[in-house]
């Protein structure tokens, strides 16, 4: 069953990937510590579940934090599931 602040966007979830802090790659890898920090990134089965969620998403408070939706190229999601703390 999926969360129904998701809608049925969460139904179209693929993987969630929230690198340990301190995890990263290399300098001008994109995917420098700093740069994954306190981030989760989400994989969809399509793109247009993954732009309703973000819509849904976008701006809502977790944890204290206001949830920031944005997009990442394929490359860019890979490079992040190839770090060690994923594997």
Do not use: M
Request: proline share 5%.
């Amino acid at each position: 069953a999926s969360d129904r602040r998701w809608g049925r966007a969460a139904e179209q979830v693929v993987a969630v990937l929230s690198p340990r802090p301190g995890a990263g790659g290399e300098e001008g890898s994109g995917i420098e510590a700093a740069n994954i920090a306190l981030r989760v990134y989400v994989r969809f089965q399509t793109k247009e579940s993954a732009v309703a969620c973000a819509k849904e998403l976008h701006g809502k408070q977790f944890d204290g934090r206001a949830v920031c939706a944005d997009f990442i190229s394929e490359p860019l999601l890979e490079a992040l599931q190839a770090l060690p703390c994923f594997a």
